[in-house]
């Protein structure tokens, strides 16, 4: 994920989470600190009070603190002025202290859990709503795949607005929506009430889920992204998992209300955990603030009116004390100094939006690899999401569950996740090792996720065959969770791919693979019936066991071959001579 629709997420990420190249530039390399310094303009005080503004163009190196403004200045002709000290809430994300970067992050991650948390806690009331609204079971789900369409549109339009104006205020706008969605759902007496409250709902998690992945890559390099990530989407495992488990207790001890009334409360503690401890991560947005600031600043230097050393601090503008040169005096600066932000990012409209859409359908139907991942991480993710609907329908019909006992069951979601997830750490360093050369590629990304997916089509037929009244209840249950490591290293695998090949066009082979991700999540729900109800337990896992096993040729083509596929594609690799923001659509 980039930043804007990879999710990430992990994702992250986020936040995440990917369009145009202003997000690899805000959020990937190490090379925006450098600072293109301008020729030398003649010595200030040679000009004349009407003579224009000095325009001085400044990058994201700006941020960093080797930067030094005094420099920048004396190559400009511009001396013997009092030098401001910058407010650290302008340094750049990437030099921000590791326990800053936790702080910051942990509102964003937290959120996508319970963004997690809302689409499994849907499933668990089902039985009750369905007989008081006198509707079936497959109908109800529809609710799961509105949600999830919730999740499909709204990143393709508040990604580009995040990219261009900062994370910080779509995730809080994005939790009052949430908040708003999930009150709709406590309080509706209808099921068209339900399914608004849904979507609303969707569209405001979505960003946590989306944008998650995109805030981690804004503070982290590459190479520092695998914890990030890795925890980030064991959060998201987490909530997937805790959904049901906590809402199945909730459903047999205080109403089916309460499912949505305590995601409130939830939703309140994480609205103010963003609100007081997430700082924008964006160096785009970042740099904008710091020139606006410094031009303040030198403004009132070049005011005769307005004492430098008295301007206010507001806030998002840069504290400033005059630390170095003299004390100006009446008159002392005789033109004014601007600085504008050396940015190269397409301007926020209807073109932008439309580009958000389009270019990831392009790489969608002309590159083979955004393809076939997105076909094998949408069938894991689907997998996913038919899990709420299965696990109940299939617990309570053979071994006569209730709603507390089908919740617990998602424990095994929570215990697979974290397993993978911890495999996924720990297991890096080695291979790192061990292959160095194969590790320094994308396709190094693909080595343990070969055998890890494995596990997603061996879980699909131990749990269908092993689903049986002669069985223990726990066979199954051990069987959700070997699914759940499966799809656990197809979700990371497909995002640290995409993110390794695809470099600043990532962000939108990310948004392809998340549309088609979510769009057949939101259709499993609907067939989950179909699939668990009129076929066998047996047939119908080894019906989905088989398509996972096909899948599986994604990983190992590309392990084998990726470096071939890359360099056939104009987008992929090291080749960067396409200039998407230039670039005419079909």
Same mark, same amino acid.
Not at 479 to 491: D, K, L, N, R
Not at 555 to 566: D, M, N
């Given at each position: 994920m980039s930043s804007h629709r990879a999710e990430n997420a992990p994702d992250a990420i986020d936040a995440e989470v990917e369009h145009p190249p202003a997000e690899e530039r805000g959020g990937d390399e190490k090379k925006t600190g450098s600072l293109e310094q301008p020729p030398p303009h003649a010595p200030f005080g040679a000009s004349t009070a009407g003579d224009g503004p000095i325009d001085i163009p400044i990058g994201v190196g700006a941020l960093n603190q080797s930067f030094s403004l005094s420099d920048l200045l004396s190559s400009r002709g511009v001396n013997d002025v009092p030098i401001p000290e910058a407010d650290p809430k302008h340094g750049s994300p990437f030099e921000w202290t590791r326990r800053k970067k936790m702080l910051v992050l942990n509102a964003p991650i937290l959120a996508a859990m319970i963004s997690a948390y809302?689409?499994?806690?849907?499933?668990?009331?089902? #039985?009750?709503?369905?007989?008081? /609204?006198?509707?079936s079971a497959p109908v109800f789900n529809i609710g799961i795949t509105i949600f999830v369409a919730g999740f499909a549109v709204s990143p393709l339009i508040l990604a580009p607005i995040s990219e261009v104006y900062g994370r910080y205020w779509v995730f809080v706008g994005s939790g009052l929506v949430f908040w708003l969605g999930t009150l709709g759902c406590a309080v509706t007496n209808s099921f068209a009430g339900m399914l608004v409250g849904r979507f609303v709902?969707?569209?405001?998690?979505?960003?946590?889920?989306?944008?998650?992945g995109g805030a981690i890559a804004d503070v982290?390099?590459?190479?520092?992204?695998? !914890?990030?990530?890795? !925890?980030?989407?064991?959060?998201?495992?987490?909530?997937?998992?805790?959904g049901p488990l906590i809402s199945g207790v909730i459903v047999d001890r205080a109403g089916w209300r309460w499912? =949505?009334? #305590?995601?409130?409360?939830?939703?309140? +503690?994480?609205?103010?955990?963003?609100?007081?401890?997430?700082?924008?991560?964006?160096?785009n947005v970042l740099l904008k603030r710091k020139c606006a600031a410094l031009n303040k600043y030198f403004d009132a230097l070049y005011d005769d009116s307005t004492p430098a050393s008295s301007q206010p601090g507001e806030k998002g503008e840069l504290t400033v004390i005059p630390t170095s040169g003299p004390t100006r005096s009446t008159g002392g600066l005789r033109r004014r100094i601007h600085f504008t932000p050396e940015l190269d990012e397409p301007e926020l409209g209807i073109s932008l939006l439309w580009r958000s859409f389009a270019f990831p359908l392009r790489l969608l139907t002309t590159e083979?690899?955004?393809?076939? =991942?997105?076909? /094998?991480?949408?069938?894991?993710? +689907?997998? !996913?999401?038919? &899990?709420?609907?299965?696990? *109940?329908?299939?617990?309570?019909?053979?071994? @006569? $569950?209730?709603?507390?006992?089908v919740g617990a069951v998602y424990v095994s979601v929570i215990v697979g996740a974290t397993l993978s997830g911890t495999l996924s750490i720990l297991i890096q360093p080695t291979l790192h090792r061990t292959f160095p050369r194969r590790m320094a590629t994308p396709e190094g990304r693909l080595l343990s996720a070969c055998f890890e997916s494995m596990l997603l089509p061996i879980g699909l037929f131990w749990? *269908?065959?092993?689903? &049986?009244?002669?069985? #223990?209840?726990?066979?199954?249950?051990?069987?959700?969770?070997?699914?759940?490591?499966?799809?656990?290293?197809?979700?990371? +695998?497909? $995002? @640290?791919?995409?993110?390794?090949?695809? #470099? &600043?066009?990532s962000s939108s082979a990310q948004a392809a693979q998340s549309m088609c991700r979510n769009l057949l999540a939101g259709i499993f729900p609907l067939v989950t019936h179909l699939l668990w109800g009129d076929l066998s337990y047996g047939v119908a896992g080894s019906l989905l066991g088989a398509i996972a096993i096909v899948l599986m040729a994604v990983?190992?083509? !590309?392990?084998?071959?990726?470096?071939?596929?890359?360099a056939r594609s104009p987008f992929a690799g090291d080749i960067k001579v396409v200039d998407y923001s230039n670039e005419e659509l079909p």
């Open positions: 809302a689409s499994g806690a849907y499933a668990m009331p089902s #039985h009750i709503l369905t007989e008081k /609204w006198d509707i709902t969707g569209c405001g998690a979505s960003v946590y889920a989306t944008l998650t982290c390099h590459k190479e520092d992204r695998n !914890l990030p990530m890795a !925890l980030y989407a064991v959060t998201i495992f987490s909530g997937v998992g805790l499912v =949505f009334y #305590h995601q409130l409360i939830l939703l309140a +503690a994480a609205s103010l955990n963003i609100i007081f401890f997430l700082d924008e991560t964006r160096s083979s690899v955004v393809f076939w =991942f997105s076909a /094998w991480v949408s069938f894991a993710w +689907a997998i !996913l999401y038919m &899990q709420f609907s299965s696990i *109940g329908l299939v617990f309570r019909a053979t071994y @006569n $569950f209730n709603s507390t006992q749990f *269908g065959w092993s689903a &049986q009244v002669k069985a #223990h209840w726990i066979a199954p249950t051990i069987a959700i969770g070997a699914c759940t490591m499966g799809i656990f290293s197809v979700y990371l +695998a497909v $995002f @640290n791919y995409l993110a390794d090949t695809y #470099h &600043q066009y990983p190992w083509v !590309l392990s084998l071959f990726g470096e071939k596929i890359r």
